[in-house]
């Protein structure tokens, strides 16, 4: 089964967004806070199943460069530092797709732990 690839990436700076529209008609707008505290990174993901670090105080992080890695994603560079997360394709659409229960549960556990975006 082909994975859906995106057709356009856009950055909304002033809606701190990221809109992506796939090939299949999907469309997505993702903000910068989810993208940020989902990295596909070590630092957020550890480094195996269940050692997910929950990030917390990034409400207003920035974007401040996209760089193309390959034909398989997309380096995002965040303003608080963070530039180790690639980004592929399927981690985007996956991302998008999953927003609406996974943002929601990112802020129940953020609350639960007594802690703020």
Do not use: C
Request: hydrophobic share 35%.
């Amino acid at each position: 089964m082909n994975r859906p690839r995106p057709l356009d990436i856009t950055l909304h700076q002033a809606s701190r967004v990221l809109e992506v529209s796939f090939d299949n008609g999907e469309h997505f707008r993702l903000p910068y806070e989810y993208l940020r505290v989902n990295s596909p990174s070590a630092e957020v993901q550890g480094h195996g199943k269940g050692q997910k670090v929950l990030v917390a105080g990034k409400k207003d992080v920035g974007i401040t460069a996209i760089e193309p890695t390959g034909h398989y994603g997309i380096l995002i560079r965040f303003d608080d530092g963070h530039a180790s997360g690639i980004f592929g394709w399927d981690t985007l659409h996956d991302l998008g797709r999953a927003y609406d229960t996974s943002w929601p549960a990112y802020l129940a556990e953020l609350e639960a732990k007594g802690l703020s975006r």
